[in-house]
């Protein structure tokens, strides 16, 4: 395993500076491409799951928080309110804003925005959208303790008698997405309530949500461990925890049940008897926060990352400047079927260093006098496999299916 910060500023893909503020970092075009392709992946997998995506505002009155429970359970981790009316109105009465601690306030008043039907139901609501904590500065670094957080989350409203279902389909989608990704969990952990006063109270709808994830998580055959004290102030969780170099664990994904704000909310949809009934509210997020996602990502891979996330997917290596045509024409090609190449000339050294200075890019085309006479290109891989030549478009057609399927493996010895 590798720190992240340090593979980070080598390989360029993000970075902090003092004026922007500490546990706020940007990203380089580099990281960009990674979490852009890991942001496509999660929306292209959801929609395909039949996830509907929204936007909200990343802001919302105090009031809103206080509904949510947010205020009063978690207002430790939130900046404090500003008061953009305070200025001629004056205080007291006047509109306090804050900066979101999660999206979930904000979907339940999106679903209660219209009547709702038992048809509609599970409605599932995705967005990958920001959230903020306020973190104390000596313990932000890096992408992993951070105060602005662009979280993949979505909420699931569904009748009490589909939340197993729902919920059992969030964990097969956070199990697939890191055999995509290359990911191997440290463990799955049932999440419940510790002693103490930071959970909402209702002993009947705890132990209700906490046997369906227990079952959830017995159907799935998978090993787990319960803790007690890592619930969220509203309900069990799903934790899916990986560990860094050190080993210290944290949580990347997860699957919630929540009875508590469709009650704050007051949700409701019409059921097939025509009468009210409260939907229940699944949280899932597959990948987490896209910070903390690609922390771990860099620090398991190395840099190494599989084809479809690396920022540069193919090297094209002109031998000689006779042959820069060629490259810069195949290069075009790549970019029009939406593969991230880059052009390596000669007059950046021998072919040898240049092969060498590109060993994270998962392919690398090399295009000589006979390749470019006979439109061919003989590829690399990054494993060290040398390919004899091959037409252009058969590459191209190759390693954009090998990418569009998220496959960790590089090349397929049959088409
Ligand atoms: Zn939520």
Request: charge should be neutral; hydrophobic fraction near 40%; charged fraction near 25%.
């Amino acid at each position: 395993m590798h720190d992240h910060r340090k593979l980070g500023r080598e390989l360029e893909l993000f970075g902090t500076d003092p004026l922007i503020g500490s546990g706020l970092p940007y990203w380089l075009p580099d990281g960009a491409a990674v979490r852009h392709a890991l942001e496509e992946y999660v929306r292209t997998v959801e929609r395909r799951a039949g996830y509907q995506h929204v936007y909200s505002p990343v802001l919302g009155k105090r009031e809103l928080y206080e509904i949510s429970g947010h205020w009063s359970h978690y207002r430790d981790d939130m900046f404090p309110p500003m008061e953009p009316g305070a200025r001629g109105a004056g205080g007291e009465g006047s509109e306090q804003l804050v900066l979101r601690p999660s999206l979930c306030p904000h979907h339940a008043v999106i679903f209660r925005s219209r009547s709702r039907s038992h048809r509609e139901l599970p409605l599932r609501m995705a967005e990958l959208g920001g959230m903020y904590r306020s973190e104390p500065s000596g313990v932000l670094g890096g992408l992993t303790r951070v105060r602005a957080i662009q979280l993949n989350d979505a909420h699931v409203f569904c009748a009490p008698e589909q939340v197993g279902a729902e919920a059992g389909a969030a964990l097969e989608l956070i199990r697939r997405a890191y055999r995509a990704l290359g990911i191997t969990p440290a463990r799955y952990r049932l999440s419940l309530p510790g002693p103490g006063g930071k959970y909402v109270a209702s002993p009947e709808l705890w132990r209700r949500s906490t046997a369906l994830l227990a079952r959830v998580l017995d159907d799935s055959g998978l090993p787990y461990e319960a803790v007690e004290g890592e619930a969220a102030f509203y309900g069990p969780k799903i934790d899916v925890q990986v560990a860094d170099g050190a080993g210290r664990e944290s949580t990347l994904s997860t699957v919630q049940v929540d009875f508590h704000q469709p009650e704050r909310f007051d949700l409701h949809y019409v059921g097939a008897d025509g009468a009210r009934h409260r939907p229940v509210m699944v949280h899932r997020s597959i990948v987490g926060s896209v910070e903390r996602a690609v922390a771990h990502l860099i620090e398991q891979h190395g840099g190494v990352f599989p084809a479809w996330l690396a920022p540069v997917q193919l090297e094209v290596l002109p031998v000689s400047d006779d042959q820069g045509a060629e490259a810069g024409e195949f290069a075009r090609r790549c970019a029009e079927l939406d593969l991230r190449a880059r052009v390596s000339p000669p007059d950046r050294g021998s072919l040898g260093a240049r092969i060498r200075a590109a060993r994270l890019v998962p392919y690398q085309a090399v295009v000589g006098a006979r390749e470019a006479a006979e439109g061919t290109v003989a590829l690399r891989l990054r494993d060290g496999r040398r390919l004899d030549p091959l037409p252009a478009a058969e590459v191209l057609e190759r390693v954009r299916g090998l990418v569009g399927a998220h496959r960790t493996d590089l090349w397929d010895a049959a088409p």
